[in-house]
């Protein structure tokens, strides 16, 4: 990781360059205290940036933990992506997409529109109306942006379901949303092998008798199964569409789409987002955290299956009428350099990305990025984690050659919008720290009881005041929503389920989760969910899995296993139920360590104790154990481990 890893944020502040601080959106630090003087104020002149069909009649209402924002309020967030800027300029290149094989797709704002208004009446024509809830399951392909927006038009909230994900991920996902309609594509690259996308839905169909209709992108070309009566072409149905499509009048609270998120138990959460709240939050926030101007060409290098690409590749930038950068492969192929090629050739301003792959681009090494001229860059953001201050300075040097901004963003799916961010015309960064709450934002570091820490003091992450974007309930399940977000302290106060301190110039610094989620490449997954998977195989008795941390992803998955009796552990078993996850979940929670054990480490009324189990697999003091069923256990599990690690 180089001499820089060790760094404290301490060590180093970083003022912004007097001719960015110039030009900047926002330049004026009495932002702050005008937000924090009169929040709603604040919110209410905020909302003026988008075009409403109706003004609201009221600002904000709290029945604590309940909010609605904009009451009364009408408009639509495929209007404001696509008619609003059609109108200003409909010329203007909305989306520069390349394919991992090279290829390349431009859409204009008035194409953009075009093509959303076909599939909407498209989806109308199948039956789909206001309030159906569509499934969505695409790789990064114009085809996810445009799906998403028709859904909008029409008033259909979108689940979109990240592409990686098994058949198996897919069903469940499906069956909670109660979706009769899915879209998906024949296949798609990845480090240049097909990843059959409809072949793995088909597998997850299976058990999904509520799906009555499957749209399909021919996106590759492969062989793939048409299910006739079920299964139609995107192409076909949008042959011969009107291309003009009236936006559905939606109310501030309608919903505009459905997040799944991992949590604490094997289901996912069905986070749901309304319109009105949600689109001032993330159009305020892209505008002012990323300086975007009208001649930006804006790349964030997320999914559009998780928040950040729906806030921050859709929703945020489109309806600032920005230029969005699309990439639908991997940013080793062909070669380690595949991010800097295209920041060259499409002459990208803005970039906004994960630690996780700035830490392998370090890994790599500086000559990948020397080859290139990433002069046009004036802005760097990270998302996704904590970012540390080693990678910090690289990204800083390396990237940005020392004269480019550096947004350090904390949020989450629950929140909507960045919460904890520089202003990058207004703010001093200090390398490791997401800095200052959002103007309008009310950010606390607390302690179990919840009184307020003291500087450089551990507690817990806490949002107290309410914000537009924020969650307003977990779809069909509002005690969860309640148990999981308001209930650690009191029904005013929300909890981010993360650690953190504050330093002395209050600055923020989070750590990063303190539930049973772990964070692998910036993909947040619930370990219930996979020893839920793991215990589904034949051969495992229980499973206990924890995060490890890892200089390059973060966390990675260690699985503790005990197994059926009469089922002996050995390498080729190993590997089965890896690729059991794998199938069940996805790749990305494709455990890193398959460790058997005869027993966990737990506590005498049967409860896996996973501080322990992490402290084992992170080879840390595991500290007290006196109160386990078997505190002998440990010593056990520490050297399977370090057995398990020598291989």
Not at 170 to 187: P, Q, V
Not at 445 to 467: F, H, N, Q, S, Y
């Given at each position: ?61 709290w029945?604590?933990?309940?909010s ?18 059609v109108?200003?300029?409909p ?7 390349e394919?991992?094989?090279g ?26 109306k ?17 799906s ?15 592409a ?41 169909l ?21 299910e ?10 949008l ?11 939606m ?19 069905g986070?749901?987002h ?6 001032v939050?993330?159009?305020?926030t ?157 950010a ?53 389920g ?12 989070i ?31 229980e ?72 402290a ?27 057995e398990?690690?020598?291989?």
């Open positions: 990781m180089g001499e820089n890893t060790s760094l404290q944020t301490e060590d180093l502040k970083f003022d912004p360059p007097d001719d960015f601080v110039k030009n900047a959106n926002i330049n004026d630090p009495e932002i702050y205290r005008k937000a924090d003087d009169d929040p709603e104020g604040f919110w209410e002149e905020q909302a003026e940036e988008i075009e409403w069909f109706k003004k609201w009649d009221r600002v904000h209402e029945d604590a933990p309940h609605k924002w904009f009451i009364g309020g009408k408009l639509n967030a495929s209007y404001n992506c696509l008619d609003v800027n109108k200003k300029n010329d203007k290149l909305a989306i520069i997409w394919g991992e094989n290829d390349i797709r431009k859409y204009t704002y008035r194409e953009l529109l075009e093509e959303t208004a076909r599939l909407a009446n498209a989806l109308k024509e199948q039956g789909v206001k309030g159906d809830i569509v499934t969505i399951y695409l790789p990064m392909i114009p085809e996810i942006i445009i998403m927006l028709a859904c909008a038009r029409i008033g259909a909230p979108h689940s979109v379901v990240f990686a994900f098994s058949g198996g991920s897919l069903c469940t996902r499906i069956e909670d949303a109660k979706s009769d309609l899915i879209i998906t594509c024949d296949g798609y690259y990845r480090r240049g092998k097909i990843v059959e996308q409809k072949k793995k839905a088909d597998t997850g299976s058990s999904c008798e509520s799906v009555k209709k499957v749209i399909v992108v021919k996106n590759l070309g492969n062989e793939i199964d048409i006739s009566g079920r299964d139609i072409w995107w192409h076909d149905i042959k011969d569409t009107d291309p003009v499509c009236e936006p559905e009048v109310d501030s609270e309608d919903m505009l789409f459905l997040m799944y998120t991992s949590g604490t138990t094997g289901k996912p959460k986070i749901v309304t319109t009105g709240g949600y689109m939050g993330t159009h305020i892209a505008k002012w955290i990323f300086d975007l101007k009208d001649d930006d060409i804006y790349w964030c290098t997320a999914d559009c299956g998780w928040i950040t690409g729906h806030s921050y590749i859709v929703y945020g930038p489109l309806s600032n009428g920005t230029t969005v950068l699309m990439y639908e492969g991997a940013p080793d192929y062909p070669e380690k350099d595949r991010f800097w090629d295209i920041v060259e050739r499409h002459k990208a301003t803005i970039l906004y990305t994960a630690p996780t792959a700035i830490r392998s681009f370090m890994k790599w090494g500086d000559d990948w990025p020397a080859k290139h001229d990433l002069s046009t860059l004036r802005l760097l953001g990270s998302v996704g984690e904590p970012i540390n201050p080693g990678a910090w300075i690289w990204y800083h040097e390396k990237i940005g050659n020392s004269r480019c901004p550096i947004v350090d963003t904390w949020w989450q799916t629950e929140t909507g919008m960045v919460m904890i961010s520089p202003l990058p015309g207004v703010t001093s960064t200090k390398p490791g720290s997401a800095t200052f709450a959002f103007p309008g934002v009310k606390a570091v607390l302690d179990e009881k919840g009184k307020e820490m003291p500087p450089g003091k551990d507690g817990l992450l806490a949002i107290t005041r309410p914000w537009p974007s924020m969650v307003r309930t977990i779809h069909g399940d509002e005690e969860r929503f309640i148990e999981t977000y308001w209930s650690k302290w009191d029904r005013d106060t929300y909890f981010a993360d650690g953190a301190k504050m330093d002395e110039d209050g600055y923020f610094l750590s990063g989760r303190i539930d049973d989620v772990i964070q692998v490449s910036g993909h947040r997954i619930g370990t219930a969910e996979i020893e839920s998977t793991l215990v589904s195989h034949p051969s495992v008795a499973a206990g899995v924890v995060g490890r941390s890892d200089e390059i992803k973060g966390e990675v998955i260690y699985a503790y296993v005990i197994l059926k009796t009469g089922i002996s552990g050995n390498d080729e078993l190993k590997k089965k139920l890896t690729g059991h996850v794998d199938a069940n979940i996805g790749p990305f929670a494709r455990p890193r360590r398959v460790i058997f054990a005869d027993e966990l480490p737990k506590t005498r009324s049967g409860k896996i104790m996973r501080r322990v189990l992490k084992i697999a992170n080879g840390k003091d595991t500290g007290d154990v006196t109160t386990l069923q078997d505190p002998d256990v440990v010593d056990v599990l520490k050297n399977r481990t370090k398990a690690e020598s291989v």
